[in-house]
């Protein structure tokens, strides 16, 4: 996903605010489930967000998405965050977010959503990770 950097998006110092980076994070990750599972979905949790580095007015706000981890209605995505600057060609990391969202079926019920395919040793990695994260936190 792509954000030119507007006016109304910065604080007076011309920085990207915080919650508005988060807003973006949220959607691009929700897009990413939604195109996954085909059904309706809620976000269930976010986890820690640091931001490495302001993106500033005129610049682009570069989101890359993806699947990390699939449960049975549960999906974790991970959102890169990235700061363009167009003069000079250059790009940086700002932050980087781990989401986690539920498919609901009509009454608002987590209801169960397609296996995840993982294919690379890095997918696999990541995969393993996330399940490990969930069974520490007594959720899988
Ligand atoms: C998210 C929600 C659907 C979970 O409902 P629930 O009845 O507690 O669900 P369950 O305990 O059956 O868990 C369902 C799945 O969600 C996961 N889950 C539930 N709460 C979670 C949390 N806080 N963080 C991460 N995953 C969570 C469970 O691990 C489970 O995953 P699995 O099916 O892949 O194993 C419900 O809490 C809800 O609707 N919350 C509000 C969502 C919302 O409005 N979000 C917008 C921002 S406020």
């Given at each position: 996903m792509v954000q030119v950097v507007?006016?109304?998006?910065?604080n007076p110092l011309g920085n990207v605010l915080g919650g508005r980076v988060m807003h973006w994070i949220d959607l691009v990750g929700a897009i990413v489930a939604y195109r996954h599972c085909h059904l309706p979905v809620v976000t269930a949790s976010m986890e820690r967000l640091d931001f490495h580095y302001p993106i500033r007015l005129g610049q682009i706000a570069i989101l890359k998405a993806f699947l990390i981890y699939v449960g049975r209605t549960s999906m974790e995505v991970m959102v890169e965050v990235y700061a363009d600057d167009p003069p000079t060609g250059t790009r940086k990391s700002t932050s980087t977010a781990r989401i986690t969202y539920v498919a609901i079926d009509a009454q608002g019920r987590p209801t169960p959503v397609p296996a995840l395919r993982v294919i690379t040793e890095e997918e696999r990695r990541r995969f393993d990770d996330a399940k490990r994260r969930r069974e520490a936190e007594g959720r899988a």
């Amino acid at each position: 996903m792509v954000q030119v950097v507007l006016p109304n998006d910065t604080n007076p110092l011309g920085n990207v605010l915080g919650g508005r980076v988060m807003h973006w994070i949220d959607l691009v990750g929700a897009i990413v489930a939604y195109r996954h599972c085909h059904l309706p979905v809620v976000t269930a949790s976010m986890e820690r967000l640091d931001f490495h580095y302001p993106i500033r007015l005129g610049q682009i706000a570069i989101l890359k998405a993806f699947l990390i981890y699939v449960g049975r209605t549960s999906m974790e995505v991970m959102v890169e965050v990235y700061a363009d600057d167009p003069p000079t060609g250059t790009r940086k990391s700002t932050s980087t977010a781990r989401i986690t969202y539920v498919a609901i079926d009509a009454q608002g019920r987590p209801t169960p959503v397609p296996a995840l395919r993982v294919i690379t040793e890095e997918e696999r990695r990541r995969f393993d990770d996330a399940k490990r994260r969930r069974e520490a936190e007594g959720r899988a």
